[in-house]
C-alpha cells in the first residue's frame, strides 16, 4: 500500500515547484481543462446545483476551472498535502460553496475522509501515485460514491502498451516542452530533466490505458472512453 507521509508530495518544496513549471512540464494542460470544462458543461447545464469531489485536487485548479462555466456547484476538495490545500484554499476564496479535507487516497478509499452522493468526481495528474490494486479500490470508491448518472473523470499520465512506444511518448513529451520554452523565451536546460525525473520517480505509478478502462467496466461504469490522449496524457473516465 503506497504510504503518501512517505512521497515527495508531502513535501511543501516539492509541492511549490510543481504548481511552478506545470504549464510547462505538463503536455496540453490548458486543453486538458477545457475538455474538461466542455464535457461539464455538456453533461451539467440545467441540472443543478451540482456536488462536485475533486480528489488529489492540488492547488484547487480543476474547481477553479469548473467555476468558470458559470453552472451552480459546490465541492469538496480532497488531497493529502497541506501545502496543497493551503493554495487551493487561495485560489477558491472567493468561493464559499467549497470546502477542503486533508487526506490520502488510502484514507478515502478505507471511507476516513468523505462520503457522498456526488454528481462529478474529478482528479488529475494523482492517480498514477496508486498501483493498479489500489487504482481499482478507488474505482470501486467512486463508483459507490458516485449519484445515478454521475460521473468520474480522470486527467493522468499512463503506460504506454510496450516499451518502444513509451520511449517514443517520451520525445513527444520533451519537444512538447521544447516548444514551450520557445515559445516562452525560456532558456537553458532548465525543464529538460522532466522526462528522466518522472521515470526515476518511485511515486510514479502508471498503467495502461486499456487496463484502466477496463478497470472502471469492471467497477461497474458505463459509457467508460478516453476522451482525449497526447501521449503518455490522457483523459478518461465513465458514467454510473
Known sequence: MTDFKKSNWAEPDFSRRFVESADIAIVERKRSHAIMRSFFRHHFAGKE????LDLGCGDGILT????QTGISLSATLVDGSEEMLRKAAERLKDYPDTRTVRASF???IAGKAVAGDFDF???SLAIH???????RELFGWVYGNLGNSGYFMNIDVVLA????LETWCLVLWQEW???KKALEGITGDIYDDTMKRYKDNRDNKPDRLDVQLEALKDCGFHDVDCYYKYGI??????KK
Do not use: R, T
Not at 501515485?129 to 487504482?135: T, V
Open 49 to 52: 446545483p451540482v456536488e462536485i
Open 64 to 67: 477553479y476551472e469548473l467555476k
Open 106 to 108: 488510502q484514507e478515502v
Open 121 to 123: 468526481v474529478v482528479s
Open 129 to 135: 501515485h496508486l498501483d493498479m490494486a489500489e487504482k
Open 161 to 164: 502498451p510496450n516499451e518502444a
Open 177 to 179: 516542452i521544447a516548444e
Open 233 to 238: 496524457f490522457a483523459i478518461y473516465g465513465g
